[in-house]
């Protein structure tokens, strides 16, 4: 416990304004991350269907 300008402030833990703060900033990177994953995946099947157009290219 401290006092600032002669209010008296108990230093114990975090403020619910800090932990609502560092909720929403792990909120956007987990949709941004998710965001880049579902990319990443519909990339991913994208090639897969090309490789498969060719190899039954190939066939005929």
């Known amino acids: 416990m401290y006092f ?8 114990k833990g975090f403020t619910l304004v800090e932990v609502l703060a560092v909720i929403a900033v792990l909120g956007i990177i987990t949709a941004i991350a998710l965001l880049s994953i579902g990319g990443i995946i519909e990339k991913s099947r994208r090639d897969v269907c090309d490789a498969n157009t060719v190899e039954i290219e190939k066939t005929l």
């Open 4 to 11: 600032l300008g002669g209010i008296k402030i108990n230093s």
